[in-house]
């Protein structure tokens, strides 16, 4: 077993060998998957992983604009799509200046596993640019956008391929996104998500992915009679899904202590209420300031620089702010410190070294590609009503989202459920996630 593993990462390696985020990623699927394929025959010699892991297709692109000095700009823009066998490719665009072919196919990958566990017929993409949207003024990003799109069109579709947002894009870009599709192609459809709700988009998708991610984390404490009421919880990042999984946590009476952004986390004792959260909304998404500004408006509170918050004390943290954010030893601590639950909002946040420390101590654990699966699900549900020319409301959509992440919970338990009764959710994902898209696979041929 030990010898297939290693066999297969080796070959991966030769191929990659310049794409350490991919490499991680493949081998945290590989040393769960691998094991359970030798053990069912209709797997077995099928090369089915080896086919998963080499995107369907990687596009890179030139993306020239013009900045507000009228200097021309040059980024790289790109799309990995990287598995169709369950449904049109599905998955976010980030623009930020360390966005690479390595990064991009890390997400890509856990993308289509993820998008398979939400049960609805998405296959999985990722892409974006190395484009920096800090210190951009809105006609600098319109313009970026307009060039980014103005090539990215002639692989998307409905019925292709449908990004949506991931860090660096918001509804912002989406909407600049959108227009440039629309006047190319001359048609209104649904070829993004994340859209404004006057022009197509869903209600809950901008909180989908934070919610979805305190969901699932409320479903794991379940499993010990727990809950989220008079826990203290710590968050990293201040953006999309780190806003709405304070909001979430709020609303089930826990009490919040940190949010970060790259320059460093803030902590308060007296725990970021709502308001406090609205100021944070306004500061990151209007004034597009840095978290160092909470602690002028709340002088009560600290800012502590260049760190990440996981040395302060908590019984629940979740990290949403990007991968490898939480390494081994920010593990221990959080682990001497009585944390007894993790769940991940970003993609990849803990190192392999940490999600080995959380399952060593046994505490529960969720990997990205289940709990923070209620954004690309929401997505999946805007697509349903962008087909039905319908709306559901913010209870219905809601609703859905509970209902999906709560069928995440049970698939992880299924295919996670280990003898002593541990559950391990990074075994039960990538299988339950693996299934329903190497069936299709077999079922369509090598294609
Ligand atoms: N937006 C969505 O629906 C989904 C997002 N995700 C993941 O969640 C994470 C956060 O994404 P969003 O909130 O959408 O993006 P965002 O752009 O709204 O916020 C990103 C946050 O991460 C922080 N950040 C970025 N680089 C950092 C660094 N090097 N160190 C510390 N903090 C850093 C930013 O300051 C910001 O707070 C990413 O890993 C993304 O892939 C996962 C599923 C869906
Ligand atoms: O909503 C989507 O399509 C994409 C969300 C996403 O990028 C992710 O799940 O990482």
Same mark, same amino acid.
């Given at each position: 077993?030990?010898?297939?593993? *290693?066999?297969?990462?080796?070959?991966?390696?030769?191929?990659?060998?310049?794409?350490?985020?991919? $490499?991680?990623?493949? =081998?945290?699927?590989?040393?769960?998957?691998?094991?359970?394929?030798?053990?069912?025959?209709?797997?077995?010699?099928?090369?089915?992983?080896?086919?998963?892991?080499?995107?369907?297709?990687?596009?890179?692109?030139?993306?020239?604009?013009?900045?507000?000095?009228?200097?021309?700009?040059?980024?790289?823009?790109?799309?990995?799509?990287?598995?169709?066998?369950?449904?049109?490719?599905?998955?976010?665009?980030?623009?930020?200046?360390?966005? #690479?072919?390595?990064? $991009?196919?890390?997400?890509?990958?856990?993308?289509?596993?993820?998008?398979?566990?939400?049960?609805?017929?998405?296959?999985?993409?990722?892409?974006?640019?190395?484009?920096?949207?800090?210190?951009?003024?809105?006609?600098?990003?319109?313009?970026?956008?307009?060039?980014?799109?103005?090539?990215?069109?002639?692989?998307?579709?409905? #019925?292709?391929?449908?990004?949506?947002?991931?860090?660096?894009?918001?509804?912002?870009?989406?909407?600049?996104?959108?227009?440039? &599709?629309?006047?190319?192609?001359?048609?209104?459809? +649904?070829?993004?998500?994340?859209?404004?709700?006057?022009?197509? +988009?869903?209600?809950?998708?901008?909180?989908?992915?934070?919610?979805?991610?305190?969901?699932?984390?409320?479903?794991?404490?379940?499993?010990?009679?727990?809950?989220?009421?008079?826990?203290?919880?710590?968050?990293?990042?201040?953006?999309?899904?780190?806003?709405?999984?304070?909001?979430?946590?709020?609303?089930?009476?826990?009490?919040?202590?940190?949010?970060?952004?790259?320059?460093?986390?803030?902590?308060?004792?007296?725990?970021?209420?709502?308001?406090? $959260?609205?100021?944070?909304? *306004?500061?990151?998404?209007?004034?597009?300031?840095?978290?160092?500004?909470?602690?002028?408006? &709340?002088?009560?509170?600290?800012?502590?620089?260049?760190?990440?918050?996981?040395?302060?004390?908590? =019984?629940?943290?979740?990290?949403?702010?990007?991968?490898?954010?939480?390494? =081994?030893?920010?593990?221990?601590?959080?682990?001497?410190?009585?944390?007894?639950?993790?769940?991940?909002?970003?993609?990849?946040?803990? /190192?392999?070294?940490?999600? /080995?420390?959380?399952?060593?101590?046994?505490?529960?654990?969720?990997?990205?590609?289940?709990?923070?699966?209620?954004?690309?699900?929401?997505? +999946?549900?805007?697509? /349903?009503?962008?087909?039905?020319?319908?709306?559901?409301?913010?209870?219905?959509?809601?609703?859905?989202?509970?209902?999906?992440?709560?069928?995440?919970?049970?698939?992880?338990?299924?295919?996670?459920?280990? =003898?002593?009764?541990?559950?391990?959710?990074?075994?039960?994902?990538?299988?339950?996630?693996?299934?329903?898209?190497?069936?299709?696979?077999?079922?369509?041929?090598?294609?």
């Amino acid at each position: 077993m030990k010898h297939n593993i *290693e066999a297969f990462l080796n070959q991966v390696k030769q191929r990659n060998s310049h794409e350490p985020e991919f $490499l991680q990623a493949v =081998e945290e699927v590989a040393e769960t998957v691998i094991p359970y394929i030798l053990e069912h025959d209709i797997y077995r010699g099928k090369n089915i992983l080896t086919r998963m892991v080499e995107p369907e297709r990687l596009i890179s692109f030139r993306v020239s604009w013009v900045d507000d000095q009228g200097k021309i700009q040059v980024n790289r823009g790109y799309r990995v799509q990287m598995n169709s066998a369950i449904g049109p490719y599905k998955g976010g665009l980030r623009f930020h200046p360390t966005v #690479n072919a390595s990064i $991009l196919k890390f997400l890509a990958f856990e993308q289509v596993f993820k998008n398979s566990l939400t049960t609805l017929p998405m296959g999985g993409g990722k892409g974006g640019s190395d484009f920096d949207p800090k210190g951009k003024s809105d006609n600098e990003i319109m313009r970026f956008c307009h060039a980014f799109m103005s090539e990215l069109f002639r692989h998307i579709g409905p #019925n292709t391929d449908v990004p949506a947002g991931d860090i660096g894009v918001g509804g912002r870009e989406i909407g600049f996104l959108f227009g440039m &599709y629309k006047k190319i192609k001359n048609e209104f459809t +649904g070829v993004l998500t994340g859209k404004g709700m006057s022009w197509g +988009g869903s209600l809950i998708r901008p909180e989908a992915t934070g919610y979805g991610t305190v969901y699932f984390a409320e479903k794991m404490l379940n499993t010990k009679g727990d809950d989220f009421k008079d826990k203290n919880v710590v968050v990293s990042g201040s953006g999309n899904v780190a806003q709405y999984a304070v909001e979430k946590s709020l609303q089930l009476g826990a009490k919040v202590l940190t949010m970060s952004d790259s320059s460093g986390y803030i902590y308060d004792a007296d725990g970021i209420d709502s308001d406090k $959260l609205a100021f944070v909304m *306004e500061l990151k998404n209007v004034k597009r300031g840095r978290i160092h500004e909470y602690v002028v408006k &709340y002088p009560n509170a600290e800012f502590v620089e260049g760190k990440t918050p996981w040395g302060v004390s908590c =019984e629940i943290a979740l990290p949403c702010a990007t991968q490898n954010e939480l390494n =081994e030893a920010d593990a221990n601590t959080l682990l001497n410190n009585g944390c007894i639950c993790v769940s991940e909002g970003a993609n990849m946040p803990s /190192t392999k070294e940490a999600i /080995t420390a959380f399952h060593r101590a046994k505490i529960l654990f969720a990997p990205g590609k289940a709990s923070n699966a209620g954004g690309v699900a929401t997505s +999946g549900l805007e697509m /349903t009503q962008n087909s039905l020319r319908f709306n559901w409301t913010r209870e219905e959509v809601d609703n859905k989202l509970k209902e999906i992440m709560c069928n995440i919970h049970d698939s992880c338990i299924k295919y996670g459920k280990e =003898e002593d009764g541990y559950i391990d959710y990074v075994k039960g994902a990538n299988i339950a996630g693996f299934v329903k898209v190497a069936d299709a696979m077999l079922a369509q041929g090598v294609v």
